[in-house]
Nanobody
Framework: QVQLVESGGGLVQAGGSLRLSCAAS????????MGWFRQAPGKEREFAAA????????SYADSVKGRFTVSRDNAKNTVYLQMNSLKPEDTAVYYC???????????????WGQGTQVTVSS
Protein backbone atom coordinates (compact mmCIF):
# COMPACT_ATOMS: atom_id res chain seq x y z
CA GLN A 1 0.00 0.00 0.00
CA VAL A 2 1.03 3.57 -0.68
CA GLN A 3 -0.61 6.59 0.88
CA LEU A 4 -0.43 9.85 -1.05
CA VAL A 5 -1.24 13.29 0.30
CA GLU A 6 -1.27 16.36 -1.94
CA SER A 7 -0.78 19.93 -0.78
CA GLY A 8 -0.06 23.36 -2.20
CA GLY A 9 -3.27 24.11 -4.03
CA GLY A 10 -5.02 27.43 -3.77
CA LEU A 11 -6.31 30.49 -5.58
CA VAL A 12 -3.99 32.33 -7.95
CA GLN A 13 -4.40 34.95 -10.65
CA ALA A 14 -3.84 34.13 -14.28
CA GLY A 15 -0.15 34.26 -15.09
CA GLY A 16 0.81 33.26 -11.57
CA SER A 17 2.53 30.18 -10.22
CA LEU A 18 1.90 27.42 -7.73
CA ARG A 19 3.89 24.42 -6.60
CA LEU A 20 2.04 21.28 -5.65
CA SER A 21 3.58 18.62 -3.44
CA CYS A 22 2.62 15.00 -2.96
CA ALA A 23 4.02 13.17 0.04
CA ALA A 24 4.09 9.38 -0.05
CA SER A 25 4.23 6.84 2.73
CA UNK A 26 4.07 3.08 2.85
CA UNK A 27 5.88 1.07 0.23
CA UNK A 28 9.19 2.25 -1.20
CA UNK A 29 8.52 5.50 -3.01
CA UNK A 30 11.31 4.98 -5.53
CA UNK A 31 9.57 1.81 -6.74
CA UNK A 32 6.88 3.87 -8.42
CA UNK A 33 6.55 6.16 -11.35
CA MET A 34 4.46 9.14 -10.27
CA GLY A 35 1.84 11.03 -12.17
CA TRP A 36 -0.21 14.17 -11.80
CA PHE A 37 -3.76 14.24 -13.08
CA ARG A 38 -6.44 16.89 -12.94
CA GLN A 39 -10.20 17.00 -13.07
CA ALA A 40 -12.24 20.10 -13.83
CA PRO A 41 -15.94 20.30 -12.93
CA GLY A 42 -18.03 18.26 -15.34
CA LYS A 43 -15.01 16.82 -17.10
CA GLU A 44 -13.11 13.57 -17.00
CA ARG A 45 -9.91 13.23 -15.06
CA GLU A 46 -7.01 13.90 -17.41
CA PHE A 47 -3.29 13.32 -17.41
CA ALA A 48 -1.05 16.32 -16.76
CA ALA A 49 2.48 15.07 -16.09
CA ALA A 50 4.47 12.05 -14.97
CA UNK A 51 7.97 11.18 -13.88
CA UNK A 52 9.90 7.93 -13.87
CA UNK A 53 11.10 6.13 -10.76
CA UNK A 54 14.55 7.71 -10.84
CA UNK A 55 13.32 11.06 -12.11
CA UNK A 56 15.35 10.72 -15.28
CA UNK A 57 12.37 10.78 -17.62
CA UNK A 58 9.27 12.94 -17.66
CA SER A 59 6.11 13.14 -19.70
CA TYR A 60 3.64 16.00 -20.16
CA ALA A 61 0.27 16.63 -21.68
CA ASP A 62 0.42 19.07 -24.57
CA SER A 63 -1.79 21.48 -22.65
CA VAL A 64 0.80 21.97 -19.90
CA LYS A 65 4.06 21.42 -21.76
CA GLY A 66 6.44 24.32 -21.30
CA ARG A 67 4.50 25.67 -18.31
CA PHE A 68 4.50 22.79 -15.79
CA THR A 69 7.50 20.90 -14.46
CA VAL A 70 7.30 17.61 -12.56
CA SER A 71 10.13 16.57 -10.26
CA ARG A 72 10.73 14.22 -7.36
CA ASP A 73 12.92 13.84 -4.31
CA ASN A 74 13.16 10.16 -3.45
CA ALA A 75 14.97 10.95 -0.20
CA LYS A 76 11.93 12.93 0.92
CA ASN A 77 9.34 10.59 -0.64
CA THR A 78 7.82 13.56 -2.41
CA VAL A 79 6.86 14.48 -5.95
CA TYR A 80 6.28 18.06 -7.05
CA LEU A 81 4.44 19.87 -9.78
CA GLN A 82 5.66 23.38 -10.48
CA MET A 83 2.98 25.25 -12.39
CA ASN A 84 3.87 28.53 -14.08
CA SER A 85 1.96 30.87 -16.39
CA LEU A 86 -1.28 29.52 -15.04
CA LYS A 87 -4.47 29.97 -17.05
CA PRO A 88 -8.12 29.89 -15.96
CA GLU A 89 -8.47 26.61 -17.86
CA ASP A 90 -5.96 25.05 -15.46
CA THR A 91 -8.60 25.28 -12.73
CA ALA A 92 -9.20 21.75 -11.45
CA VAL A 93 -8.66 19.35 -8.61
CA TYR A 94 -5.14 18.00 -8.98
CA TYR A 95 -4.33 14.42 -7.99
CA CYS A 96 -1.07 12.60 -7.67
CA UNK A 97 -0.94 8.90 -8.37
CA UNK A 98 1.54 6.03 -8.35
CA UNK A 99 2.14 3.42 -11.04
CA UNK A 100 4.67 0.70 -11.66
CA UNK A 101 6.04 2.38 -14.77
CA UNK A 102 5.96 5.58 -16.80
CA UNK A 103 3.77 6.09 -19.85
CA UNK A 104 0.90 3.90 -18.72
CA UNK A 105 -2.80 4.76 -19.03
CA UNK A 106 -4.76 6.16 -16.13
CA UNK A 107 -6.23 2.80 -15.14
CA UNK A 108 -2.75 1.46 -14.51
CA UNK A 109 -2.19 3.91 -11.69
CA UNK A 110 -2.77 1.88 -8.55
CA UNK A 111 -2.69 4.49 -5.81
CA TRP A 112 -4.26 7.93 -5.68
CA GLY A 113 -4.24 10.90 -3.36
CA GLN A 114 -7.31 12.80 -2.27
CA GLY A 115 -6.63 15.80 -4.49
CA THR A 116 -5.95 19.49 -3.99
CA GLN A 117 -7.95 22.32 -5.53
CA VAL A 118 -6.27 24.79 -7.87
CA THR A 119 -8.31 27.80 -8.94
CA VAL A 120 -6.98 30.31 -11.45
CA SER A 121 -8.86 33.57 -11.70
CA SER A 122 -8.90 35.68 -14.85
Amino acid sequence: QVQLVESGGGLVQAGGSLRLSCAASGRTFSSFAMGWFRQAPGKEREFAAAISRSGGRTSYADSVKGRFTVSRDNAKNTVYLQMNSLKPEDTAVYYCAAAMSLDVPRYRYDYWGQGTQVTVSS
